[in-house]
């Protein structure tokens, strides 16, 4: 069971970090690279890493995309 | 031409990837130290959580540097951000949504007691001071989509911040004068997988949950002040 579970999870993992590449709108390759951070998460605790998962989820997922949110702001939303 | 020298590197990383992995023999017993913290870990420092025993007490030194690092980027971020001028934004700020304002308001107070709950609880469960701190500070995020205008206060945490990496290292002293040498476990351990029981582990996990919280949420309020 958990193997075909990890399995899903590494293609959904590997989709969103290739849409993360070649997102034109910053905000959505932001999301979608905070999706690989919580499927990361959620592959390190099906490996039995609960520590790491936690640490993963929380700043991977939450305060790197507000960070990164933030940066856009800033800048410009839209890659030329 | 770059698109192909691009592809080229991204192709020898992979391959470079590859090969190591194909080499490392997952699950299998690599070296003596880690059979020596399974076996010996809980009745040597009282910790449940092997992880919290190994971050804490025989590589605590180690993790002194880590939280120095951590300050050292917040003090960094802060000189480059704010630049002395501190004026107050002309603009007027948007209320956040109903759905927003409210769920914010009802999840903050229950995503700062789980952070709590996390680095108290790290000689016990999984998780520890830098989780529990990330957490916390995840929360202050919530607060700046949620309740536009509310800021934590500066003096706040920077005391918390100062307390945490004070306590740390005082504890650390402590055991330099009582037992020898530096961050020694000096209280005694108690019953494992109670709330009061391994020694200085919990002391110092819960000032570092107070430092990584105030630091990784500073950091988040310079980076906003800086916007608006």
């Known amino acids: ?80 | 031409m770059r698109k192909i020298i691009g592809l080229l590197l991204l192709g020898i990383v992979a391959w470079g990837i590859a090969v190591s992995l194909t080499r490392i023999p997952f699950g299998a017993p690599k070296t003596k130290v880690g059979r020596y913290y399974v076996d010996k870990g809980v009745p040597e420092t009282g910790a449940t959580n092997i992880v919290t025993s190994v971050v804490l007490n025989y590589r605590g030194f180690d993790t002194l540097g880590e939280v120095t690092v951590l300050f050292i980027a917040t003090i960094g971020l802060g000189a480059v951000l704010t630049t002395g001028r501190r004026k107050k934004s002309e603009r007027k700020i948007e209320p956040a949504s109903l759905i927003l304002y409210t769920g914010c308001r009802f999840l903050f107070p229950l995503i700062l007691l789980f952070g709590t709950y996390i680095f108290i609880h790290g000689h016990l469960t999984p998780g520890g001071g830098f989780q529990g701190g990330a957490i916390i500070a995840s929360a202050f995020v919530l607060i700046y989509l949620g309740c536009r205008g509310r800021r934590i206060s500066e003096l706040g945490s920077k005391l918390a911040e100062s307390l945490g990496g004070l306590i740390f290292v005082i504890v650390g002293l402590v055991g330099l004068a009582v037992g020898g040498y530096f961050l020694i476990n000096f209280l005694p351990k108690g019953i494992p997988n109670s709330l009061f029981s391994a020694g200085i582990i919990p002391i110092i996990y819960i000032a570092i949950g107070f430092k990584v919280g105030s630091e990784l949420s500073s950091i988040i309020d310079k980076l906003v002040e800086e916007t608006e």
Do not use: C, H, W
Request: glycine share 2%.
């Open chain 1, 1 to 80: 069971m958990i193997p075909i579970v990890a399995f899903l999870l590494i293609i959904l993992m590997l989709i969103a970090a290739i849409a993360a590449s070649i997102f034109k709108d910053l905000i959505n390759a932001v999301i979608a690279a905070a999706l690989v951070s919580l499927i990361a998460a959620i592959l390190f605790y099906l490996l039995q890493a609960p520590d790491v998962a936690m640490a993963e989820a929380a700043i991977g997922a939450a305060l790197v995309t507000a960070v990164f949110v933030v940066a856009i702001r800033r800048t410009k939303r839209f890659e030329e």
